[in-house]
Every structure is written in C-alpha cells, then in structure tokens.
C-alpha cells in the first residue's frame, strides 16, 4: 500500500516537471505511435514495444493534454458580418494558417522568413456575404498537423480602396479545431462591433491564441 501510495506521488510529481518544461508537445512532434491517453495513463507505442506510463490526475486534465498531441483534420471557421457586407467578385478574403510543425519543413516566423502552412485560401469564394449574415469555411490541414501545433490564422482581404472600394465589417470569429477521431476543440472566440473593420487601408487581422 505505500508502495502504491508513493508510486502515485513520484508519478504526479514527474507529471507537474513534464508540463513546466512543456515536454508534452515535444512527445507530439517524436512519438509517431502515439495511441490514447485515458484519465490514468499515457500508452505510447513504438515500432516493437507498448509503454505505459502512470499519472494519478483527473481526467479533465489528462484529456487536454491528449488532445494535444492529437492529429487535427480541419478546422472551421465561423464569421458574423456586419452591418457591412463583404461584397465578393473582384472584393475577396483569404486564409493564412500558422503552425510550428517543423517537421513540414514550414515553422512559424512571423517576420516571413517562412511560409504559413496554408496561405492565401480563399474565405468567401467570391461568394458575397450580407449585412448580419453568418458564414463558415471549413479548411482540411496537411497530415502531421498535431492541435499544439496550431498557433494562429490571419485574415486577409483584397480591397482596393478609393470611392468604388470595398468595406467589411466582421462581428465576430470563432475558430474550431476537429481532432481526427472526431473531437472539436475551440481555439478562438472574440466578438465585436465590430470585432474588425476591413478598408482598403486596413486589409489584415491576425488571430493568435
């Protein structure tokens, strides 16, 4: 019984220095087997040999952390216009997709010394998008794109400005990221009014989270 007891104090102990060094996104970017973490276990499998490893925390806990190092398949996000609409055709918006997956070949520099992920997908498809409308992209992620790896998204617009120019007032954004067994996981929620004013000066807002 205190061997027990003492096993679950060594193991909670461990478990607090892994999260201080932030070694579980470390683990996400090196174990390419990883199988499930359950509320008081980590089973991390390799090409031979299936380790496990005890963590006597609450599930809630755990299961962020799983989630983590969870491959994502998509993300969706979700855009409230305005009382001024995004007029599509020749005015447009576009995605970028920041990540620090490395192992791509595409880490996040936001200084450009390195490209997004994803870059300039299309948002509203030439689509227009009225006053108060509520409008949703869904974006599928390259393979190996894990959910701490996930960093931010800018949005952009095309417009030109001038008298004929374009205006679009966005209300709110919120950004869901879906794990490939099915699980969403919310990244961003703001809301506004407007949460941002596109101009034909004003053609950029990033989201960081």
Known sequence: MKTHAFELLFNAFLYLIILMLNI????????KYFCYLDSF???VKNANTLNKIRFPLISS????????????????VEIATGRDDLRGGNDNAYIDIWTNNTNLGKA???GGKHPPIIKDEPLNNGMHWKNYSWNSKRIVLPKGI????????DIKTNFKGGISGDNWNIDRIKIVAVITD????????????????????NRLYQVRW
């Open 24 to 31: 579980p996104s470390v683990y996400g970017q090196q174990l």
């Open 41 to 43: 276990e980590v089973k």
């Open 61 to 76: 806990i755990n299961n962020n952390v799983y989630a983590s190092l969870k491959e994502v398949s998509y993300i969706e």
């Open 108 to 110: 996040i520099d936001f």
């Open 146 to 153: 894990t959910f701490d790896a996930l960093l931010g998204i």
């Open 182 to 201: 099915g699980s969403r996981k919310e990244l961003y929620n703001k809301s506004g009014s407007p949460l941002i004013r596109f101009t034909g000066k």
